[in-house]
Structure formats: C-alpha cells, structure tokens
C-alpha cells in the first residue's frame, strides 16, 4: 500500500497543476511578496456569491421554521447591496453587524462584501461600551442590529441603526423596510481581489480588541483551500480503498451552531457552503438538547464548532433517542480537543472527528486533521493546508527550527490579513516584509503534523472565545478595593479553559464575589468575568522579574 504521507502529496500536484481544478501560479502583492494564488477563482465575493447560483433551486439556509433557497439569499444580499448604495455607503466604508445568528445576518454580510464595503461583525456577547467602542475605532456608517444590542448605543449619533425584523423594534428602521424597495440584481460596483472585505474584532494581548483587516482574496482563498483539501482527502481515501465522501459536498448539511462573528461560523459553516452548494441549518444559540433533535431532523452531515459542543452531544442524556447516523464530521476548532475525547467521539459516533487550527488573522486557514490521521495523533492540531498555505516553527528573530523543536509557529499564506486596521504598531509585531505572521502560539513539527503546546499571548480561549487576560485584569482594578489582582486560565474538560483570578484586597475591605461580579457586569461581556475569584490573605507570588507567578497560581488553583 501506498505512503498516505506521499499520496497526499502526489494528489497535490495533480490537482493544482496547469489545467487542473486547483491551478495555482504566482503572484507579487503590493509590497512585492511572492505568493501562490489560484490561477482561476473570482475576481471579488461577488463573483463567489454567484458560484450559489449553480445551486439556485437548493435549500441554502434553514431557521427554524424558515426556508430559503440560494437564488433567494442571493437577491435578498443583491437587496442589501442596493439599499446601502442608496444610503450614501461607498466601496471601502465599514458597515457593522452585531446580533444574534439569524437568516438577516446573512444577508447583510453578503449584502456588504458584495458592494465593496467592509463588513464589521461584531461580538454579540459584548456589553454597550464595548460595542461602542469598535464602532468608532472602525467608524462604520451603518449598523446592522437586534433589539437587544442596539439598546444601550444611543450615543451612536453618527450610525444608521437597522433592527432585525426577528427583533421588531419601532425605535429604529426595520432590516424589511430598509431593503424592500430595491432591486434583487446587483448594483455594478467595480470590486478587486485585493479590496478590503472584512474587519473582525479580536482580543489581543494588550487589552482592547484589536481589527483584523482582510481583503476579498483573503477570505476567497480560505474557501477554495478547503475545498481543495477535502478533494485530496476524498480522492486518497478513494485511492486507499476507503470511504472517499468529500468532507464538504452537495450532498452535505452542516449545523451552524456557532456565533456568525466567529470565523469559524461565517467562514467554515456559511461561505465554504456557497462554493460546495451545502445546505446550512441556523442555530440563534447553541443548546445541545436543540442539536440532537435538529440533527435528526434535518439529516446534519457536518458539525463544526468548539470542541466543547461535540463533547456535549456525545454526553447529553437523549442522545440515544434520536438518529444521529446521518453525521459524517465532527469537527473543532478555536482550541485543542482532550485526546481522551477524541477516541470516544470516533466510537461513539458513526461520523469521524476532525480538527482545524487557523486564527481569525488567517481566516481560520492552517491546519487540519480527521480520520484516521487524527484519531492516530489525536493531540496534533493536523497537517498544513495545501496549497497556498506555508508553516514554519522560529524563533524570536524569525529564524526557522528543526523538526521536533518548539517554537511560535508562522503562517505564510494568501488568506492572512492585510494587518490590523488603525494600529500599525500591532501589525509590525506580528508580521514582517516577507508575508509570514507570528502566530503567538508555541509548537513542533513531527513529520507532516503540527503540535500546539503553549500560548505566547496571555490569553485564555474559554470555549473559543479569546479572553485577553490584561483587559480582565484593567477592568478588576477599577474596583477601589483591589491592591492586586491576577487573572489566568485552568484546564477545564467542558470549556477547554475556565477564566480565574487570585485577588488580594486593601486592609478592611468587605469585598465579596458577588458584589466585584455585579461590579464587572458593566464593564465586561459575561464570558469575560472569571468564573473562579479567590480572595488571598497575602500578596500574590511573584517571579524574579517582579511579574505574577502565573504557572503557580495556575497549579494552586487547577488543585482546589
């Protein structure tokens, strides 16, 4: 039997040589670096948007006791583009989306990309002044909104403040009226592959979120990448004698069961079913019980989201009282799957597991692992993404290690982002003049495979969300009865990570936890407030350098 190791590689260079599917060739940018690009893919999302035409009579999107095929979200987007153009909003002016997971999300956000304005989906989990905050540090002219996230932003003079009509608000201007009176074709609007398309909001390790700005080539080529990678896994498979179902097809339906203001949602669930015709069934929230009975119903193919959410269909208590074999992939990302997890997953599932690593810098690009290779290596975060992708292990000078060294691993590819928008000092940290990015992430090649095994950045990812411990740490402080405070992760089974902090309070303060939580609520979006507070009755450790000692608070709390 053939190398699987060497077939993969073989299939790669078939399928991306001249005349093939996947042609590749190269490019100079505008800073002169060389890249690989793929020969024939569409100029802006636009031209992507049009590929969902090949599947215009198919169900595109599902929402509960909606339906919608993909020439209407086509025309509805086209609807968006028109009504945005009508209201003053030119190529490259930012546009915000904060809600709840709903078919006008949707709409929006193709709606934006499609005229060459830059859309801005934000948190919806963020507080008011957090929300405000990214709207003026992006100055979007328009803001998509629920009824709920647009309470509490009166400040926002300057923004036109659109309410989904899955939250009726008379307060502001319904998503139905604001676009029923345009045309459902297109405005012509002359959009480049290397025009702004999108600014995600993420924490970074000095607090405040930080913009990650990406072109339209940017986003596209994450697409056609995986959709490339799951033909070389489908046709190895096929090679090998095994089951050679593409990991993304038109025969697919994937659950859409994280935030679209993930990457993971709006890229891997929603715009990679564009350009394979897969059907798409909208969760507002994640509820595992809600999960089983949609899996079922709707015969789900392909889960992606946290591995938190695998972890809990496998653990809910009615999972055996529904049919789950339509379930192909169970896939994570946004953190590192429990090996012990992975091998019950394959046993207890009739679909394999999976895993991705990519960072929203990258458009969620990277890595990938599923099957059997992941099941054998069941720590590994999978093999790099061909063929636009590079990944390299250096060091602090940028200079590339061995195999089996550890160091911070580099992204090299297309996808990556243009740099983080108004903050060039951020930028210059992470990128350099050649195209490679510094991932703030620890780890090692073995063979083909990627290891993860630290983080850089002081971050905790709690169910994949990015917490800036710094930002948590500045908001505690604001407390006048805090002398030090401490904010860290542990390991937590269900969450991957669970936020904590050792505090240690000024003389003869009567501070409780539920007084400092109901003093953060204001200030920080739930998720952000540690679940684990504990008040020490000393200073907290210190190491040489006069900086917490975090690994020794982390031990001390991981033991209670």
């Known amino acids: 039997m053939q190398d699987p190791n060497s077939l993969f590689e073989e299939i790669t260079k078939e399928l991306t040589s001249p005349g093939q599917l996947f042609e590749t060739r190269e490019y100079k940018n505008s800073k002169e670096v060389t890249h690989l690009e793929y020969a024939s893919f569409p100029d802006n999302l636009k031209g992507y948007f049009d590929i969902g035409l090949l599947h215009g009579d198919k169900e595109f999107l599902v929402y509960e006791s909606e339906r919608f095929l993909f020439k209407d979200v086509i025309a509805k987007a086209a609807q968006v583009g028109n009504a945005l153009i009508a209201e003053g909003v030119s190529k490259g002016d930012r546009v915000a989306i904060c809600m709840q997971n709903n078919p006008e999300f949707i709409f929006a956000y193709m709606g934006i990309v ?89 924490s970074g390790s000095t607090g405040k979120p930080k913009g990650v700005l990406s072109s339209q080539r940017g986003v ?42 993930h990457a993971t949602g709006s890229h891997v669930a929603f715009l990679l079913s564009i350009l394979v015709g897969r059907k798409v069934v909208m969760m507002k929230k994640w509820d595992a019980g809600d999960a089983i009975k949609l899996i079922d119903e709707e015969k789900i193919s392909d889960i992606t989201g946290v591995p938190t959410q695998t972890w809990e269909l496998l653990n809910h ?86 195999e089996g060294e ?57 169910g994949g969300e990015n917490i800036a411990c710094p930002e948590v740490e500045n908001a505690i402080y604001e407390h006048p009865d805090i002398l030090e405070a401490c904010v860290f992760g542990i390991p937590d089974e269900r969450l991957g990570e669970i936020l904590c902090t050792a505090i240690y309070l000024k003389e003869n303060s009567e501070l409780t936890k539920d007084t400092l939580i109901e003093f953060l609520s204001n200030k920080l979006a739930a998720f952000k407030i540690p679940v684990v507070i504990e008040f020490l009755d000393s200073s907290l450790p210190l190491v040489a350098s006069g900086k917490f000692d975090k690994p020794a608070l982390r031990t001390m709390f991981a033991k209670d």
Not at 222 to 245: H, K, P, Q, Y
Not at 320 to 348: A, I
Not at 353 to 366: D, K
Request: hydrophobic fraction near 35%; charge should be negative; charged fraction near 25%.
């Open 317 to 402: 208590p009615d999972k055996n009282n529904y049919d789950l074999s339509s379930l192909r992939t169970l896939g994570g990302g946004g953190g590192p799957r429990p090996s012990e997890h992975v091998k019950l997953l394959d046993d207890n599932f009739e679909g394999r597991p999976g895993i991705g690593y990519g960072l929203t810098e990258t458009n969620a690009l990277g890595t990938i692992a599923s099957g059997d290779e992941y099941v054998n290596n069941p720590s590994t975060a999978g093999r790099v993404i061909p063929p636009l992708t590079e990944i390299k292990i250096i060091d602090k000078d940028w200079n590339e290690l061995a």
């Open 406 to 462: 550890i160091g911070e691993v580099a992204i090299k590819s297309q996808s990556n982002m243009l740099g983080y928008w108004r903050n060039d000092d951020a930028t210059n940290e992470c990128m350099n003049d050649s195209g490679w990015f510094r991932s703030g992430d620890m780890g090692k090649f073995e063979g083909p495979f990627l290891f993860i095994v630290d983080r850089i950045k002081d971050m905790v990812i709690r």
């Open 220 to 261: 596209i080529s994450s697409m056609f990448s995986w959709a490339c990678v799951s033909t070389i896994f489908s046709e190895r498979e096929r090679r090998l004698g095994n089951d050679s179902t593409p990991l993304a097809s038109s025969e697919s339906s994937i659950l859409l069961c994280v935030p679209l203001f």
């Open 114 to 202: 499609g005229v060459g304005a830059v859309c801005v989906p934000l948190n919806s989990w963020w507080v008011p002044d957090e929300i405000i905050y990214a709207i003026d540090h992006c100055e979007a002219k328009v803001l998509f909104g629920d009824q709920k996230r647009l309470k509490g932003l009166e400040s926002l003079q300057d923004v036109k403040k659109i309410v989904t009509s899955y939250t009726p608000d008379d307060s502001f201007i319904s998503f139905t009226d604001f676009i029923k009176d345009h045309s459902k074709e297109w405005p012509d609007v002359e959009v480049t592959r290397d025009d702004h398309a999108t600014i995600y909001y993420t």
